[in-house]
């Protein structure tokens, strides 16, 4: 088997099939329907824009804690015939274009993961979900906007006044819609930071010099300034450059899906102007930043809030899960934000494999709420972190800037630290090796699997299994390391 997961074997089918409706045809609830299909329930994602609407015009992209799950549902061929695959970052000032240091993706750790680390359009990731899950036999609804939910008896109304009911809810309706606040029991819009990313997309052909550069070192670039930082790389094979800009919002708010009217030159301050005026070119470092304010196309506004960690995902009543955006708002265009949205429907479709009887869907809720939590957490912890550091200003500028140049003028890695577990490279370890369907077939065959057993023998009138630890110790926790599917 080649290094990256390829795993696509049939997966366990659910003995009991039950239905879903899913709120929110995003990535989140695509990737889930996908997910739920696999194992034989029944799904219906109801969506309130059409098809066009849904999708991004910039870029995404995947990391190879992502790539893998896609990898194992047989998307593999698709997703590399679409993106371009990073095997470097390079790091510069935004204000002067000056180059910090690069990092070359270390083969091994890839090899690792399983995965790869790729970018895409969202429009493009979009679709390869999209196509997937219909071919599943996963039913997708446009227009169809969710204007009331009843959690106890699982139904939903449309705007057209239709109702509709399930055995299970799964809000993926993003940081903006009507499932978080039904679990959370009132609104919670998160604090504005004063950040915004400004998303947009450069057309290769108008900034030749530096699109060559992007597409023949196969990376993604960054540049840190104080309260600005851009996060560039190419999509469409290479024919436009994703631009992220990280800028103070200017008072206003905005978010994905609204109509991109900002112009990118209004945006990008800060620059020197000596550099800001120079002509792209090979030579030129500061082309990054000339190239956006002179050629991007309009921007859309994403406001950055900051959101406290929910305590809840399922809701009391016990049939709405929340997954993706709707569970945990990452910042715009991070890392792990997307990636995050697909190891939610990845994890909820292999514990709802195991279901066999109705009382067991509210104890899978609550797994799944436990299995993601802490991950989550985690991630997104780290994920504010990074839009800090990119845009860090003073002596942590200073200090985050001198690190990253003695590192390069010593050849090494800039991501790299002298040994301690603490790097952001180690960090990228962790995050990226996780696998999220071994971790949940793990939460089975540790718990899952217990739990029924110790039923099973009350219901015999056996007495009940009390030396759990004794138990556990026998259990032979499976592995899908060796790329076998665990069932
Ligand atoms: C239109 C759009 C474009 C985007 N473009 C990019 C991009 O270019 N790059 C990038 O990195 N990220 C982009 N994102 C964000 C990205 O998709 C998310 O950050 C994450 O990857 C997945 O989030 P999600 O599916 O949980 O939530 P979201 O992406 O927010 O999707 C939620 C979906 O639920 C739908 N919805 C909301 N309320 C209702 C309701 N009441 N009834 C029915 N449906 C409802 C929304 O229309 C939306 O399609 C975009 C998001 C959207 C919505």
Request: charged share 25%; hydrophobic share 40%.
């Amino acid at each position: 088997m080649s290094a990256e997961s390829s795993r696509s074997n049939p997966p366990l089918q659910a003995t009991l099939p039950i239905s879903f409706l899913i709120i929110g045809g995003g990535i989140a609830g695509l990737a889930c329907a996908l997910a739920l299909r696999r194992v034989g329930h029944h799904v219906l994602v109801l969506e309130r824009e059409d098809r066009a609407s849904a999708r991004g015009g910039s870029g995404v992209r995947l990391p190879p804690n992502l790539s893998k799950i896609l990898f194992h549902w047989g998307l593999r061929d698709i997703l590399t015939s679409k993106s371009s695959i990073t095997k470097r970052l390079i790091f510069m000032r935004y204000e002067t274009g000056e180059m910090l240091g690069e990092h070359i993706w270390d083969v091994d750790m890839l090899k690792e993961t399983r995965g790869l680390f790729m970018m895409l359009a969202h429009s493009e990731l979009y679709d390869i979900l999209y196509e997937a899950a219909i071919e599943r036999g996963a039913r997708v609804r446009y227009n169809a906007n969710v204007v009331e939910l009843d959690a106890l008896e699982a139904t939903v109304v449309l705007e057209t006044g239709e109702e509709l009911s399930a055995d299970v809810l799964v809000g993926a309706d993003g940081e903006h819609g009507l499932c978080r606040p039904a679990v959370v029991g009132e609104n919670a819009p998160g604090d504005l930071t004063g950040l915004a990313l400004f998303d947009t997309v450069v057309p290769s052909r108008e900034v030749p010099a530096y699109a060559e550069r992007i597409t023949e070192w196969h990376g993604q670039f960054a540049a840190f300034g104080s309260g600005h930082a851009i996060v560039a790389y190419p999509i469409h094979g290479a024919e436009d450059i994703a631009f992220q800009f990280y800028a103070p919002d200017g008072g206003q708010e905005g978010k994905y899906g609204d109509k991109p009217s900002v112009d990118v030159p209004s945006i990008v301050d800060g620059i020197n102007p000596e550099y800001g005026n120079a002509l792209p070119s090979p030579n030129s470092q500061c082309s990054l930043t000339y190239a956006v304010a002179k050629f991007a196309r309009k921007a859309v506004r994403v406001s950055i809030r900051q959101h406290r960690d929910l305590d809840d995902w399922v809701h009391d009543d016990g049939r709405l899960v929340l997954i993706g955006e709707a569970a945990h708002p990452f910042p715009p265009s991070t890392i792990q934000g997307t990636a995050m949205a697909v190891e939610d429907g990845a994890v909820l479709a292999k514990l709802f494999s195991h279901i066999s009887e109705p009382r067991q869907i509210e104890s899978f809720l609550y797994a799944f709420q436990e299995l993601r939590q802490e991950r989550v957490k985690a991630v997104r912890q780290g994920e504010l972190g990074s839009v800090l550091y990119m845009t860090a200003d003073g002596e942590m500028a200073a200090a985050r800037d001198a690190g990253m140049r003695a590192k390069a003028a010593a050849g090494k890695n800039v991501l790299e630290g002298d040994g301690d577990a603490e790097s952001i490279w180690e960090e990228y370890r962790v995050v990226f090796g996780y696998d999220c369907e071994d971790e949940a077939d793990d939460w089975w065959v540790q718990w899952g699997m217990l739990r029924e057993r110790a039923r099973e023998r009350e219901a015999e009138g056996a007495p009940p299994l009390l030396d759990f630890a004794a138990m556990m110790a026998k259990v032979e926790v499976s592995s899908t390391h060796d790329g076998e599917e665990a069932y």
